[in-house]
């Protein structure tokens, strides 16, 4: 007889000179979502798909798991996200697969290897997780969640100011207030290459400056420097060249287009000539949606425009813009405001056996009319029963107890202002539209 795995042996049952295993938990960084704040992500993400809906947003989805090349031809090599932070592993074909660390790369591989750019610009939003090792913190662990949205084939700078407008106004619409738009322009390949030289050689003067990170990318992703939150290399920065200054005429008339646009809707924003966004994919517009209720993960939203992302990925040339939100820290700003409950709108009360058969038919029948139907399976009598019921949020109570199940008649009860009817159980369907 073949013996049991090791991971079948009972854990309640100590065996001699054996230690009990030990209570599995979960791993670092990695968090359960409960059913009470299960009922808050779906608010949240339904929230989210009517607001693409609206705005002519179709929805991609695409696996969790890729080739690591992926990733290292899409994001660059030279960045915290490919060269610290991944999930890589050989699986058993031998081929380096990656858990996906974010998800525009994703949907530009999908839409070149199935030929959506053949069929004209597209409009598309992903939803779910991420994952990223990296020290967790409040709104930010290592499986993250995060929604966005790509446009792929529009180059006109107003698909810039439409996907910051969507951004926006789904938070707006979330209820999220106290909100700062910072705003920047990367220029195009040859503005970053001519101010990345003169970056550089101006940070190798004063290299001794630089807080340790900093040095370190001087040599590997020098942009990433302007981004350092060290108080010491930002003081340094503020006497730094600037990008702006670096932009060529058609760069530089391209983001006041965008910055007339956001203006003539209304959307505030501040301009940040220090701001670049942490992947090598982005140029002309970068911009952030933060909040100061975050601390120093400050960032709602964070997004641009990359053109070229498409060719390096083997498709053709393509003017692609999009963002992406991380829900935790959405989840953070919103608190308890805003959120719904998982409330019952109905309860089944029974007692006895007739009654008691009958409570699940009933519930089932509700449900079929659209109502959240809760049975009480406790068994306890109609006063604790009821009182149960009072306290879950429910607007009605059905009851059934022997004479009803032998009558056909139940009562009703509402609970919010303890009125009492019959109603018959052959006219439930006809009746219950009409209370």
């Known amino acids: ?9 009972r854990q309640d049952v100590p065996r001699r000179g054996i230690p009990a295993l030990e209570q599995l938990q979960t791993l670092r960084g990695m968090v359960d979502l409960l059913p009470e704040a299960t009922a808050h992500w779906q608010w949240l993400e339904a929230m989210a798909r009517e607001h693409f ?8 989805r695409t696996p969790l798991l890729e080739a690591t090349d992926l990733f290292a031809r899409g994001i660059g090599e030279a960045t915290d996200v490919v060269g610290k932070e991944m999930y890589s592993f050989l699986d058993r074909g031998e081929r380096s697969c990656t858990l996906r660390p974010e998800g525009t790369a994703s949907v530009v591989r999908a839409a070149i290897q199935h030929g959506l750019l053949s069929q004209g610009p597209q409009k598309l939003w992903y939803g779910g997780p991420m994952f990223r090792y990296e020290r967790p913190q ?3 662990q290592r499986q993250f969640h995060q929604i966005g949205l790509e446009c792929l084939g529009f180059a006109d700078s107003r698909s810039d100011v439409e996907a910051i407008a969507i951004a926006w106004d789904l938070l707006q619409a979330l209820g999220l207030t106290n909100l700062q738009l910072e705003l920047n322009s990367l220029g195009s390949q040859d503005d970053r290459r001519a101010y990345r030289d003169g970056l550089v050689a101006w940070l190798q003067e004063r290299q ?3 807080d340790a990170d900093s040095q370190q990318r001087l040599a590997t992703n020098p942009l990433r420097i302007l981004d350092s939150k060290h108080p010491q290399t930002q003081e340094l920065l503020s006497l730094a060249p600037n990008l702006e200054d670096a932009l060529s005429p058609a760069s530089r008339e391209r983001y006041e287009q965008v910055k007339a646009g956001l203006s003539a809707l209304g959307i505030p924003f501040l301009c940040n000539p220090r701001l670049v966004r942490g992947l090598d994919y982005y140029g002309h ?10 601390g120093a993960q400050a960032t709602v939203c964070g997004g641009g ?3 070229g992302l498409v060719e390096q990925l083997g498709g053709a040339p393509t003017a692609c813009v999009g963002w992406a939100m991380g829900l935790e820290r959405l989840m953070l700003l919103l608190g308890q405001e805003n959120k719904p409950t998982s409330s019952p709108d109905v309860v089944v009360v029974s007692q006895g056996d007739r009654a008691e058969a009958l409570a699940v038919p009933v519930a ?3 449900r079929q009319l659209g109502q959240a139907v809760e049975i009480d399976l406790s068994g306890s009598g109609f006063g604790k029963q009821l009182k149960r019921a009072g306290k879950s949020g429910a607007r009605w109570a059905v009851l059934i107890g022997e004479e009803e199940a ?10 919010s202002s303890s009125e009492s009817r019959s109603i018959a159980l052959g006219q439930l369907a006809e009746e219950w539209p009409r209370l």
């Open 1 to 9: 007889m073949a013996r049991r795995p090791f991971w079948a042996e």
């Open 53 to 60: 809906r609206r705005a002519c947003v179709h929805e991609i």
């Open 138 to 140: 409040g709104g930010r």
């Open 208 to 210: 001794d400056q630089l």
């Open 285 to 294: 517009t970068a911009f952030e949606i933060t909040s100061d209720a975050l």
């Open 305 to 307: 425009r990359y053109d």
């Open 364 to 366: 089932r029948q509700l």
């Open 406 to 415: 032998t009558s056909g008649q139940l009562q009703l009860k509402d609970l």
